[in-house]
């Protein structure tokens, strides 16, 4: 993975703010780990996805729903000490962020997601599907 390589992160319907597609925004909970994540929060290796295909990947093949992709870049995450970790599992080109040693403190982590939310804002969108029907 080098500096540029983007993580490809899924975002849930339900983090989408704005109700016409062309100004649709996302919240920094895109960036948030949940309890469930153990401090790990889960992208695509952008080296090995594309956005189509991790969206595809994300909602045919594992069955679960996404608005779309934004992503943030191996070099972003380093600027603000989240280190990335090439895990491929539970699937090849499975990345996760990791959150661990700044979860016992809330206000590091919504900092964190705060500052990947704007990065990701700077790069737009990635992929919408047509309609946000899955």
């Known amino acids: 993975m080098i500096d540029d390589t983007l993580l490809l992160r899924q975002v849930h319907p339900s983090w989408v703010q704005g109700n016409a597609i062309s100004i649709q925004t996302f919240t ?6 949940t309890p469930k994540d153990n401090g790990l929060l889960s992208v695509y290796n952008g080296d090995v996805f594309t956005a189509v295909e991790a969206y595809e990947h994300y909602t045919d093949t594992i069955g679960l729903t996404s608005a779309g992709i934004v992503a943030v870049s191996k070099k972003e995450c380093d600027s603000i000490d989240l280190a990335v970790i090439e895990d491929n599992d539970p699937f090849e080109g499975h990345c996760s962020l990791d959150y661990r040693s700044f979860i016992a403190v809330k206000r590091e982590v919504k900092r964190i997601a705060s500052m990947l939310k704007l990065f990701a ?8 599907p047509k309609t946000n029907s899955r």
């Open 121 to 128: 804002t700077e790069r737009g969108w990635l992929y919408q």
């Open 28 to 33: 920094s909970q895109t960036f948030k780990p």
